[in-house]
């Protein structure tokens, strides 16, 4: 939802900012589980590590089909 425009240019730039942040997290947390550099998560914490996979992965999707719809409504 874009607060300030209703511009389709203003929409499809939020979701693809949207998409390009979310998967730098997913990238990020991925390293987090593997480890292997300053930040990463212990054995024990997997059900946190799913959780930020879940979420990004979930995000991720949402933008796309907030993408794609917004296209859809075009035509």
């Known amino acids: ?3 300030f425009s209703d511009s389709l240019l203003i929409h499809n730039l ?3 900012v949207g998409v ?10 991925t390293q987090m589980i593997l480890g292997g550099k300053s930040i ?10 799913a959780m930020f996979l879940y979420i990004d992965e979930v995000q991720v999707v ?3 089909i907030k993408l794609l719809r ?6």
Do not use: P, R, S, W
Request: one cysteine or more.
């Open 62 to 64: 949402i933008y796309i």
């Open 20 to 29: 390009v942040l979310f998967g730098i997290y997913l990238i990020i947390d």
């Open 1 to 3: 939802m874009v607060i």
């Open 40 to 49: 990463h998560l212990n054995v024990d914490e997997y059900i946190a590590a």
């Open 14 to 16: 939020y979701c693809f």
């Open 70 to 75: 917004c296209h859809k409504n075009d035509n």
